[in-house]
């Protein structure tokens, strides 16, 4: 019997090239070292691209415009691979948990968010988180690694299998599109995973991709100051700060990032964000905890802080957690702080909590780290 750490590297070199969350500077690449003729990779890249991008195939047989050995060349060392949905769960009010099983075994919520006007995913990009940020569940789940583009992509496309919402023969264009809207806010800090966010987020905002404008892809970040500008400039889709105090010492407590980049220093940056104008507003997510953040000396600090910075202010009651040391504000007080904000010429709308029945809602995603083992018999 040959060694076991033989044994792992024929099983690992055996194992097919996932297309899924590959640039096409990559896919290019990819299909050239498996025997692509160069002078029609161009038109091969983008014919799996519209695949599975467009069409949402997973079966190479389905690329009937590919010949049949060609298809026959990909399967036998490509493979087109979304996270495999484990258990989906619906809320009294539409919204839909996911818990995803990726290809280690480890697991990560996504959810979905139907509205009138539009129908919004909520993307992992961690297993787990490192920010330990103490009013959310996530921060209490240790960080495991980062997912790659493949991983966040994924959970774009398996959404959309869920909602059964690719292209059906005899659809009219123009149909509008149930998943309209992403937004980087479930597990994990976006800009510690930037690479594989980027890539996978260019794939999203590509049109001849999933084709969403990138103004419909926002980025929410706790304040990783470094990268900021390069998100503008080399993601350049709409930004959202996780911000929830105005003093330091208070988002010390709450968001522990400050220790390292704190209010001056993340506000200074902000300041300097590419694209920044009033139709391309940051958003500040502000959560409201009861007798902690939520005061009218601490909305007019906020007021000062943005002061100068095209920006809205989301207020989002506190939704609870077991074991959480926090309350929700009451009605009375998020309207009183909302109403200052107002005054003072920011936008201010109260999110209203969704999900909250099934754990769906705002700082309420947690998977399990370990994966789960299969029975041996």
Known sequence: MPPLNQTMEKRVASVNTNLVGLTRDSL?????????DPTKVAMRVSQVWHWI????VRDFNLMTNLSRDYRRELRASCEIKVPDLVKRQISQDGTRKYLFRLQDGREI????IPDDDRGTVCVSSQVGCTLNCSFCHTGTQRLVRNLSAGEIVGQVLATRDDLDEWPKKGQKSGTPRLLSNIVLMGMGEPLYNFD?????MKIVMD????S???RRVTLSTAGVVPKIRRAGEEIGCRLAISLHATTD???????PINRKW????LFTELRDYPRLSNSERITFEYVMLDGVNDSDEDARRLVKWIEGIPAKVNLIPFNFWPQSPYRRSTPERIQRFASILLKSGYASPVRTPRGEDIMAACGQLKSECQPRLKTQR
């Open 249 to 255: 010492e208070i988002r010390d407590q709450l968001v």
């Open 196 to 200: 594989n966010v980027r890539d996978a």
């Open 109 to 112: 919520e996504t959810v979905y």
């Open 53 to 56: 991008y467009q069409q949402g």
């Open 28 to 36: 290019r690449e990819t299909l050239v070292g498996r025997g692509t």
């Open 207 to 210: 049109g001849e991709g999933i």
């Open 212 to 214: 969403l404008s990138r």
């Open 262 to 265: 704190n209010l001056a220093t």
